[in-house]
């Protein structure tokens, strides 16, 4: 057979020995490219360094077996990763020797030998974690798929020190706080030993002003460096906060120095955490920082029937459809829905039907009448700059094209629901990190520039006409 049937036959045996979802995410993306039979050296494309990483450091065993079967002894696999797919950049790297996959685990808890422990265990603490949050009921769609996945590996395999730690943020009601418990939960389900704590970044802070109260900070910050896997929420909230920081900062050290896993989200990215220490910045960018983003109408159809069919509903296709579109892209706002249609039709006695759904949407979300569109704010911003559309979502970096890009990504991002992710592909198919850049320069401005200002208000008093 050739090489590419072989590998083909390779997937075919990897696929018998991982779970579905493992295969279609971690497998099924990988492309042959190359094999060189005088060296024996395969070549494979891998999308992401992302995904390398994550091969590498959970699956070199699996590979090195199924391709030894497959291709004979002696084989070497190399992978060409995919560093920068808009411009075609590539890096090929050798694949990790099997015998240094134990040499690279680090020594914790969880995997030192009964002798190496301390004598004395900490005692056992409440984790804090809601067992409804789990990943039974966290649905996979587009917008989650990768942060789904890394949990659920987090959680399956909590001691490895990759992507640690892991920091997920997404506009509210996105799903951030459901994702990180659903982590907790797991690793409680599958290492029971393990002191797993919740903890919300205000009941922390308000922990810590207690302790600093009682003069107690050193059984403060000794208690919190005897958890396995501290999970902090919406830590955003520390950002005025100066003292709470510099005693997480030695608390977040002793954690990672000694192999613990560390998770946080937040409603923005490390970089836009404006008054945060600079020096926890770079730590909680240091593992793997990924985005949530609001879930688009398919994947709060999905979400609006796993909670029906839980609570033993029934309701219309095309009702659930009305539903997910009005919904604003908000997990808690479907919650709410669903909850109110479940208690009118019990004291009403009635049927759940779209006069119903429409009577409780009113009173339950926020509805716009008139959503302004990217497009609609593009053509108010260039307008107002007197540039084209096509120019602003061109490449050139004429400063009057600049301004009218960051403006509109800016407003784009004040007015829609969408995600940076999303409004960057709209406005020149460019990346979040680049809306994320823009709407820092648009906010700088409109602190330092009066004339700038105004003119952002008579922009936004547009789309108040319009409407």
């Not at 000694?258 to 770079?282: C, F, H, Q, Y």
Request: net charge positive.
């Amino acid at each position: 057979m050739n090489p590419r049937a072989l590998w083909g036959m390779t997937l075919e045996l990897i696929k018998e020995n991982v779970t579905e979802q493992q295969f279609a995410t971690w497998f099924q993306p990988i492309t042959f490219g190359s094999y060189q039979p005088a060296t024996k050296t395969l070549l494979v494309e891998v999308p992401s360094p992302f995904v390398y990483e994550y091969l590498e450091e959970n699956y070199v065993d699996l590979l090195s077996k199924v391709l030894t079967r497959v291709y004979g002894q002696g084989i070497r696999l190399t992978y060409r990763v995919v560093t920068d797919k808009d411009n075609g950049l590539t890096q090929v790297l050798q694949a990790q020797p099997v015998s240094t996959i134990d040499s690279r685990k680090p020594q914790t808890r969880g995997n030192m030998s009964p002798s190496t422990l301390d004598a004395a265990q900490p005692q056992e603490i409440d984790s804090q974690l809601d067992p409804h949050l789990n990943f039974n009921n966290f649905i996979e769609g587009d917008s989650n798929k990768l942060p789904r996945s890394v949990g659920l590996s987090i959680a399956e395999h909590p001691n490895t020190t990759q992507f640690n730690p892991m920091f997920v943020y997404g506009p509210s009601g996105c799903g951030k706080t459901h994702l990180i418990n659903a982590i907790g939960v797991r690793i409680k389900e599958l290492y029971p030993q393990k002191r797993v704590l919740y903890v919300s970044a205000r009941l922390f802070q308000v922990q810590y002003t207690s302790a600093q109260l009682q003069n107690k900070i050193n059984d403060f910050i000794t208690f919190y460096q005897t958890i396995d896997v501290l999970i902090v929420d919406d830590i955003q909230e520390w950002i005025t906060a100066s003292g709470t920081q510099n005693t997480f900062f030695h608390i977040f050290n002793h954690l990672f120095r000694n192999g613990k896993r560390i998770i946080l989200a937040s409603d923005r990215p490390p970089v836009d955490l404006k008054g945060m220490n600079e020096r926890l910045i770079t730590r909680f960018s240091c593992g793997l920082i990924a985005e949530l983003e609001r879930p688009n109408v398919q994947l709060c159809i999905d979400i609006l029937n796993s909670k029906i069919k839980r609570d033993g509903l029934k309701i219309s296709s095309d009702v659930v459809r009305f539903i997910a579109e009005t919904a604003n892209g908000s997990v808690r706002d479907l919650e709410g829905v669903v909850n109110s249609l479940l208690a009118y039709s019990i004291v009403y006695n009635g049927n759940i039907d779209m006069r119903l759904a429409k009577r409780v949407i009113t009173r339950t979300v926020k509805v716009d009448n008139y959503p302004l569109t990217v497009d609609d704010i593009m053509e108010a911003v260039c307008r107002h700059f007197s540039v084209s559309v096509a120019a602003v979502s061109g490449k050139s970096r004429k400063h009057d094209y600049v301004v009218a890009r960051q403006v509109s990504m800016y407003l784009a991002q004040k007015y829609t629901k969408m995600p940076a992710s999303r409004i960057g592909k709209l406005i020149g198919g460019r990346d979040h990190s680049t809306v994320i850049h823009s709407c820092s320069q648009v906010e700088q401005r409109l602190k330092e520039d009066r004339s700038f200002q105004e003119e952002m208000m008579g922009i936004e008093k547009s789309f108040k006409l319009k409407n």
